[in-house]
């Protein structure tokens, strides 16, 4: 079965940055994009960027465009979300996703909080 | 962006009663390309719907959806306990892929 693996909970201070991690198994990595999404208290779901698993291109959301870097190591199935100068706004679960159109996997979430 | 709003934001229904969720786009979605998904507390969302009127694998057909254009419409014909959670609509007809605020749905 489809499954999605995320590292787990981080706590950062403003200006770090934060790596998340998200194992795939049960498909063909190569062949679903992954996106990351993001759940901050009280927000709406909020879509940060996808890569394609299979070339490695990318696409960001203009809102988070320079702050964050995805990537992904095929031979370990991994996508990577890193996300950087990070401050409270950005205290949220980060959830990876597999999905060519729609959205049709997601991993359980990383609860990214963000503190001095 | 296309914007996304959900409506109502809470239904106060009973097991068994029908669940109406309605989700409009600020700018139309061509090819349908709207999907449902249920949270529940703690959860990742789950996919319902997409495409607008296809249901995912596994989702029982008591779970229908319809719209095209602007308009969008989440039905559950009779809740289930277990259908008792929040519903997203999201548009992935183009960048960025925007998410609705979500409907609670509450006994």
């Known amino acids: 079965q489809v499954q999605l693996v995320q590292s787990g909970a981080e706590v950062k201070k403003p200006g770090a940055s934060v790596k998340v991690s998200c194992k795939a198994s049960?498909?063909?990595?190569?062949?679903?994009?992954i996106h990351w999404v993001r759940q901050a208290p009280g927000q709406r779901l909020e879509w940060m960027a996808w890569?394609?698993?299979?070339?490695?291109?990318?696409k960001y959301s203009q809102k988070f465009q320079g702050r964050v870097t995805i990537t992904r190591d095929t031979s370990a199935t991994t996508a990577y979300m890193e996300l950087n100068s990070l401050r409270s706004e950005d205290t949220a679960v980060y959830y990876c996703?597999?999905?060519?159109?729609?959205?049709?996997?997601w991993g359980q979430g990383t609860l990214v909080t963000v503190s001095s | 962006e296309i914007v996304l709003t959900q409506s109502p934001g809470t239904l106060s229904l009973s097991p068994g009663e029908r669940a109406t969720l309605s989700c409009r786009t600020s700018?139309?979605?061509?090819?349908?390309?709207l999907a449902w998904y249920q949270q529940k507390p703690g959860q990742a969302p789950r996919l319902l719907i997409y495409?607008?009127?296809s249901r995912a694998t596994g989702i029982p057909d008591r779970f229908s959806g319809s719209g095209s254009g602007t308009d969008f419409t989440l039905t559950i014909s009779r809740l289930e306990p277990e259908d008792f959670a929040v519903y997203f609509c999201?548009?992935?007809?183009?960048?960025?892929?925007?998410f609705g605020q979500g409907t609670k749905v509450e006994i």
């Open positions: 996703t597999r999905g060519n159109l729609p959205i049709d996997y």
């Open positions: 049960g498909y063909t990595f190569s062949t679903y994009a």
């Open positions: 890569i394609n698993a299979g070339n490695g291109n990318t």
């Open positions: 700018q139309s979605v061509s090819s349908s390309y």
């Open positions: 495409d607008a009127s």
């Open positions: 999201q548009q992935y007809d183009e960048s960025p892929r925007t």
